[in-house]
């Protein structure tokens, strides 16, 4: 089955700066690659997400990369805030079926 | 539009009592659902997912059993819990065919003490 890898766990940046979050994934498969944004006590929520006929995907300050070969992903984050603060979840699965999450990477924005 | 209820949000349980999580979805028809569990400071693992009434599949052997009664109701439960199940549980659904994003309850925070 499907296998999902994260880095960083925790990660820590000056507010304005940017920050970024690598995944990969084990199963070629895969077509459809979420971005779920957590805040404290709720559910995760999407944020944006790219399709394997996609290499890049942006969308204001938030922009996604997926390399099919190496099979990575990533997540970019620009010009930081504060409540850019949350854990961020990647996640892979086949047309959204049985999404299979990364261990998640808790973003500290300091201001 | 689509709308995902899962209760309760807490919920304290001594080990060895029953579990019974309930969450429904509005707005849509024959979605998948799915139970996902959270433990403290991890990731997101998927317990049970459906397809449809009655067609529970599970990915992680482990001391709980979900149900669909109906279309879009899903339910997770155990006969008799274990301080291990203590975690963050999530109700997720997704449409049927052709699907993308996967949609999140509010979870419920279980703590077996």
């Known amino acids: 089955g499907e296998n999902v890898e994260q880095h960083p766990s925790t990660l820590s940046v000056q507010e304005g700066d940017s920050a970024v979050i690598k995944c990969t994934y084990s199963d070629s498969a895969s077509n459809y690659f979420p971005w779920y944004k957590q805040e404290l006590g709720k559910g995760p929520q999407l944020i944006i997400d790219?399709?394997?006929?996609?290499g890049e995907k942006k969308d204001q300050r938030i922009a996604v990369t997926l390399n099919k070969t190496a099979k990575h992903f990533s997540l970019h984050i620009t010009e930081t805030q504060p409540e850019d603060s949350a854990v961020y979840f990647c996640?892979?699965?086949?047309?959204?079926?049985?999404?299979?999450f990364g261990a998640g990477t808790r973003l500290f924005v300091k201001a | 539009s689509q709308t995902i209820h899962q209760w309760p949000a807490t919920l304290v349980q001594p080990v060895g009592s029953p579990l019974s999580l309930e969450c429904t979805v509005e707005g849509t028809s024959n979605p998948n659902l799915y139970w996902y569990r959270q433990a403290a400071g991890r990731g997101l693992q998927l317990l049970f997912y459906?397809?449809?009434?009655?067609?529970i599949s599970s990915e992680v052997p482990q001391n709980l059993s979900a149900s669909r009664p109906q279309d879009r109701q899903f339910i997770l439960s155990s006969k008799k819990l274990l301080l291990s199940d203590s975690g963050f549980y999530l109700c997720a659904w997704s449409a049927g065919s052709f699907s993308t994003e996967a949609f999140f309850g509010q979870g419920t925070r279980l703590t077996v003490v």
């Open positions: 790219i399709r394997s006929n996609v």
């Open positions: 996640a892979a699965s086949k047309r959204g079926f049985k999404t299979i």
């Open positions: 459906s397809v449809g009434i009655g067609q």
